[in-house]
């Protein structure tokens, strides 16, 4: 199956030799995985001469503010659609595979002569032509290492350096939670063996990515833990969350990143559930899981959906108490 990323690495060689821009799509949510492999794919092919753009229409996660490159990034906006489309030869979607997962940017991305994608979800679809899903990469950063492989032997030199072995062990790292989650594999730690060949300030990635935190945040995390509601033999771990009390802490949903990690964390937990107030008819429900308890078959009862381990669902009309009794009724009986 290597030939399509060949092909890939073909296409972008040629992209030279002809009139616009190679444009690179990481999916909206952005994560250190889609933001990494994107910048260092965009380095490369600007090192080659290929002219290439990388327009994204959210703000950068702090958490990523880190990262070397930022500039390469430009501000989309509608308005801007057809000045960007005119520049457009070829569409990249990084760490998704089509134009579902980039936000207001889609009709940029369809407006594209040519489509290719870099991912290795599972829901990627089929690989083909120029998309190259590849869901036993444990991330996108793994497959743009293997691209940019390829070009530095059609281009006959060296295209690495220390900002792209940064930002694609940023990637790498990001999913794999630090080389430890289920999707590391020996390959990842060869990827990543290569990258430390360079000049890689580790700890300052892994600080930035999972242990730094604010004030703010330490202070919203102890009121939530202390008011968690443990039931079923400490089967289940619950935590609410209402309006006021991010507006308390002049907090905002980003401070809630971790706190749902933490519950399922908790020894004996099987499931954790989050639950969220977003306004006065809205709540969000975040679950987690161990293997006994599928989450997203759970959340898909209420028209919600995700994976085994981790998935949401959203609930109208109903108060942080009532959601709650429910929701520790129902998934008592599946525990
Ligand atoms: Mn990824």
């Known amino acids: 199956m290597s030939e399509i990323i060949d092909r890939i690495a073909d296409r972008l060689m040629s992209a030279l030799d002809k009139p616009g821009s190679v444009f690179l799509y990481p999916h909206i949510g952005i994560d250190g995985d889609a933001l990494g492999s994107a910048l260092a794919l965009a380095l490369v092919l600007s090192r080659i001469g290929v002219p290439v753009r990388l327009p994204l229409d959210e703000d950068i996660p702090d958490r990523l503010n880190f990262l070397p490159g930022l500039d390469l990034i430009e501000c989309y906006r509608e308005d801007l659609l ?13 760490d998704c595979s089509d134009s579902e997962r980039v936000g207001r940017r889609r009709a940029l991305f369809d407006l594209s002569p040519e489509k290719a ?12 032509d120029l998309r190259w899903i590849d869901p036993s990469a444990a ?3 793994e497959i743009v290492f293997d691209l940019i492989t390829r070009l530095e032997k059609r281009a006959g030199r060296r295209l690495h350096d220390e900002t792209t072995e940064t930002l694609l062990m940023t990637a790498i790292i990001s999913d794999t939670g630090g080389f430890v989650y289920s999707n590391t594999t020996a390959r990842t730690f060869r990827t990543a063996a290569s990258l430390m060949d360079g000049d890689i300030n580790l700890r300052r990635i892994t600080y930035q990515l999972f242990d730094m935190t604010s004030q703010v ?11 968690v509601r443990f039931s079923h033999e400490g089967r289940l771990a619950l935590a ?10 002049q907090a905002t949903d980003a401070d ?3 706190v749902i990690a933490h ?13 969220r107030e977003i306004d006065n008819d809205l709540l969000r429900v975040n679950i987690r899981s161990s293997d006994s308890f599928n989450a997203a078959d759970f ?3 209420y028209g919600g959906g995700g994976h085994p381990k981790a998935a949401g669902l959203q609930l109208r009309n109903m108060s942080l108490d009532d959601a709650a009794r429910m929701i520790v009724d129902k998934a008592g009986e599946w525990l």
């Open 82 to 94: 057809e000045s960007f489309s005119r520049d457009q030869q070829l569409a990249i979607a990084i």
């Open 117 to 128: 994608a870099l991912d290795h979800h599972v829901s990627g679809g089929e690989s083909g």
């Open 139 to 141: 991330a996108a950063g």
């Open 217 to 227: 945040r330490m202070r919203l995390m102890g009121r939530i833990f202390t008011d």
């Open 240 to 249: 609410l969350v209402g309006q006021n009390l991010l507006a308390e802490h």
């Open 256 to 258: 809630l990143e971790g």
């Open 263 to 275: 519950l399922r964390n908790v020894a004996g937990v099987e499931v954790a559930f989050l639950i």
């Open 299 to 301: 959340a898909q009862n």
